[in-house]
């Protein structure tokens, strides 16, 4: 069965310091991965996506980066933090091909101070 | 531009009685939208709930059904008779499932409660 991982559960940073979220997803190879933002009140915004290691692309500009150094890792950053950053991080992942069903992770919570 | 609307909340409804949430949409950049309905459980993560790719038809699952209008660019969820267990937050979402994306976008959800 697939399982999808993603640390820490929830951080509180500080303004200007820098952070790294990371997921994995075991039990199934090659799969295409995504990082969704959801701010407190707001919708679910897709941020980035890949479909294979080390390449990825960005969908809405936050001042954030993404990278894929494994198959099954997708890691979110960032080195200067804003207060905007705030809110709920989820890693998805799909298999290849056309209408392909997303999972989700359980969630980052994120407060930036 | 796309873009998800549906019912605003907190929805509350006394169990065994039914329910509607509302969905509707606008797919100006995508040529063959998707629509699903997605759902988060109390401490649960987000998990598909019900999907449909073509316009026209139903999707149904777990009591819920939803039909994907075209005309009324609508996708509203139903559930004949809610139980307590369905309160959760429900999030409509358009998708343009072309291969290499999987772009989703969302609505703002909908947190439903349901009184025993």
């Known amino acids: 069965a697939q399982t999808i991982h993603q640390w820490p559960v929830a951080e509180i940073k500080a303004v200007g310091s820098p952070l790294s979220l990371g997921c994995t997803i075991k039990?199934?190879?090659?799969?295409?991965l995504y990082w969704y933002w959801q701010a407190t009140g707001g919708t679910l915004q897709q941020l980035f996506y890949?479909?294979?290691?080390?390449?990825v692309e960005s969908v809405v500009q936050l001042n954030l980066s993404a990278s894929r150094p494994k198959d099954d890792q997708f890691i979110l950053s960032t080195e200067k933090l804003l207060l905007s950053h705030s809110g709920f991080y989820l890693c998805a992942w799909s298999l290849q091909g056309a209408y392909a069903e997303q999972f989700f992770g359980p969630g980052t919570r994120l407060t930036v101070l | 531009g796309d873009s998800v609307t549906q019912t605003e909340g907190p929805v509350t409804v006394s169990e065994s009685e039914s329910l509607i949430i509302n969905c509707t949409y606008s797919?100006?950049?995508?040529?063959?939208?998707?629509l699903f309905w997605y759902v988060r459980y109390p401490g649960e993560g987000l998990q598909l709930l019900l999907k449909v790719i073509t316009a026209g038809q139903k999707g149904s699952s777990r009591g819920f059904e939803a039909t994907y209008n075209k005309e009324t660019t609508s996708f509203h969820l139903q559930k004949a008779s809610v139980q307590e267990s369905d309160s959760a937050v429900y999030y409509c979402?358009?998708?343009?499932?072309?291969?290499?994306?999987?772009?989703?976008?969302f609505g703002q959800g909908t947190k439903l409660s349901i009184k025993p």
């Open positions: 890949s479909i294979t290691v080390g390449q």
């Open positions: 039990g199934k190879s090659s799969p295409n």
């Open positions: 797919a100006t950049s995508i040529a063959y939208p998707n």
């Open positions: 979402a358009l998708g343009d499932m072309n291969y290499n994306q999987g772009k989703l976008i």
